[in-house]
């Protein structure tokens, strides 16, 4: 009897440490899961109506500096994409004064901002009146790429519109060497856009999990191949994972 009762215990014992093992496994999956958008602040609260100069006053000027010379200079390029993976950031305090740094090694992922990142854009046949704008990351950790980029081609003075049906279900996480992209309707095709200019530069600012460009560094200068053409009908897609997705709006 002692011997029955003693395997008996043996193996409700036994059982409770699988049972504990695939509660832990679970829970290590949940936390892997990507970060939904639902679960962030929206985008258009804090400075999102700022312009990015604005922003980067408000947070005197704590971020870093434009990416080095050599960084964004392929205005024709599209970057070297492909395998960009959406992940939850288990810790985003990097995206201090620093811009993202990997200062902190504790920090598993980053926000993307100039100083870990490398952008360049390309004019496209089709959609008429688009570009992609690639975002790849140069850092030596992960970056979230936060909602949408806060572009300024000229003298602007406003954030564009941005395609609200482009925003993904969880935030874009980009690894080392891999990139994001996002879509941009320089001007409308039909002739319907107002206050239209002709552009010779480009400027990119960043935005942070709050929503804002708030300590996520400096804007950073793209260089365009030629003067691009934008009027009121300028237009961004939120950061994708895909060339195809950042160009289907």
């Known amino acids: 009897m002692r011997t029955l009762n003693f395997r008996r215990a043996a193996r ?62 392929d205005a024709t390029g599209s970057g070297s994409g492909g395998g960009t ?25 980053v926000t993307c901002t100039g100083g ?46 941005t395609f609200e049906d482009s925003k993904p279900q969880a935030v874009v996480t980009i690894n080392p060497g891999e990139s994001a992209y996002a879509g941009v309707m320089t001007s409308s095709a039909d002739g319907s856009g107002a206050n239209g200019y002709s552009a010779k530069d480009l400027s990119v600012s960043f935005q942070n999990r709050d929503g804002n460009s708030d300590n996520t560094g400096s804007s950073v200068s793209v260089p365009l191949s030629k003067s691009v053409h934008v009027d009121s009908s300028l237009t961004v897609s939120y950061w994708q994972m895909s060339m195809d997705d950042a160009l289907t709006y």
Request: glycine content about 10%; some cysteine; charged content about 15%.
């Open 12 to 73: 409700t014992s036994a059982l409770g440490a699988v049972a504990l093992v695939a509660s832990l496994s679970l829970t290590a999956c949940q936390g892997d899961d990507p970060e939904p958008y639902d679960a962030l602040p929206s985008a258009s609260a804090g400075s999102a109506s700022k312009t990015p100069a604005e922003s980067a006053g408000a947070s005197g000027d704590k971020g870093t500096a434009a990416p080095d010379a050599d960084q964004g200079k």
């Open 116 to 161: 870990n990142t490398k952008l360049s854009i390309t004019e496209i046949s089709r959609p008429v009146n688009h570009m992609l704008l690639t975002m790849t990351n140069t850092g030596s950790k992960a970056c979230n790429a936060y909602y949408y980029p806060y572009l300024k081609f000229g003298e602007a003075q406003s954030v564009p519109n």
């Open 85 to 109: 993976s959406t992940t939850k950031p288990k810790d985003d305090s990097g995206n201090g004064g620093s811009g993202g740094s990997d200062d902190n090694a504790n920090t598993a992922t």
